[in-house]
């Protein structure tokens, strides 16, 4: 069992950069793929990025590649969510979800139901 939470966002402007953070509990942290997601009003849900166990694979959507960052503190049971140039369009509430058998091969793990567990989330918003 592994629980979420995630913390960091809040109000900015366009152009500028906020760092997500993603605390998770249990012992076997360090053993699951972790992803970004984030959700528009009125919108899908929608992959952001994804890092593998070891930090040594990276997924991003296109609309953020280049200005977001994903990373992981395994000692510190944390991932994290760098955000940087951001734009209106980023606003949205962010979630951080787990999966311990992430699928983590040629393509991205972009499905929602690739992920088992959840975090509630933490809303960004971006003004123009």
């Known amino acids: 069992q592994v629980q979420l939470v995630e913390s960091g966002g809040g109000l900015v402007q366009a152009g500028g950069s906020l760092r997500l953070s993603c605390a998770a509990s249990?012992?076997?942290?360090?053993?699951?793929?972790m992803g970004w997601f984030r959700q528009a009003p009125g919108k899908e849900r929608e992959f952001v990025g994804a890092?593998?166990?070891?930090?040594?694979?990276?997924y991003y959507a296109d609309s953020v590649k280049g200005r977001f960052t994903i990373s992981r503190d395994n000692a510190k049971n944390t991932v994290y969510l760098q955000m940087n140039s951001l734009k209106p369009e980023d606003t949205g509430v962010y979630y951080c979800?787990?999966?311990?058998?992430?699928?983590?091969?040629?393509?991205?793990?972009?499905?929602?139901?690739?992920?088992?567990?959840w975090g509630q989330g933490t809303q960004v918003t971006v003004s123009s």
């Open positions: 979800a787990a999966d311990e058998s992430l699928r983590m091969g040629g393509t991205a793990p972009l499905k929602r139901d690739e992920y088992e567990y």
């Open positions: 249990g012992r076997t942290f360090r053993t699951y793929g």
């Open positions: 890092i593998s166990w070891s930090g040594g694979r990276l």
